[in-house]
């Protein structure tokens, strides 16, 4: 690196450098551990609670939305809280079909795809297994328990299955204003 004038000299950090540290760590190489104690005055964003649902009932899905039995509850400390929604939804298509998973909040529809064939299998012969994942971040505005499930739709034919063979899961976080 160039400098203009004189290039700088370094200096190794002392204690007084880092008050809050004591000297002995600094000379040892040792730091003590940080965890969340440690994050003061933030008040935004923090996670404050977590709920976990799952399922491994199969569904064959029509043309129409249906319920996968993924769903997960959660009561918002504030309404003013927001609520993050993790999906990890178990697929199953044959040849030439595929669907779409859409989640509600309660009856709302609150994310749907612009198409319902968000996964795909083309092929006469394929057989398609894998996870339909996304995140959402909603709003619920109270201090309700909310209810978050996931619906499936067929492209095309009754091929488009959910949790077939695997487990499915749907994650809420709620998150401070």
């Known amino acids: 690196m160039a400098y203009i004038g004189k290039t700088p000299t370094p200096a190794p950090l002392t204690a007084t450098d880092i008050p809050d540290l004591p000297a002995t ?3 040892s190489g040792t730091f003590p551990a940080l ?3 440690n994050l003061t005055n933030i008040s935004a964003g923090k996670i404050l609670q977590v709920v976990q649902g799952n399922t491994t009932t199969t569904v064959q899905h029509a043309t129409s939305y249906g ?3 993924l769903s997960a509850s959660i009561t918002p400390s504030s309404s003013s809280n927001k609520v993050l929604i993790m999906i990890q939804q178990a697929c199953f298509t044959g040849g030439n079909s595929g669907g779409s998973i859409k989640l509600l909040r309660g009856s709302t529809s609150i994310y749907t795809p612009s198409e319902n064939y968000a996964f795909y299998g083309d092929g006469s012969s394929l057989d398609l297994r894998n996870y339909h994942c996304f995140n959402f971040l909603d709003t619920p505005s ?5 209810t978050y499930k996931t619906q499936g739709i067929s492209y095309n034919s009754t091929a488009f299955k959910t949790n077939s063979s695997f487990t499915s899961f749907i994650t809420l976080m709620e998150v401070s204003a």
């Open 142 to 146: 109270t201090t309700s328990a909310t």
């Open 25 to 27: 760590k600094i000379t």
């Open 35 to 37: 965890n969340g104690s």
């Open 67 to 69: 319920d996968t039995n």
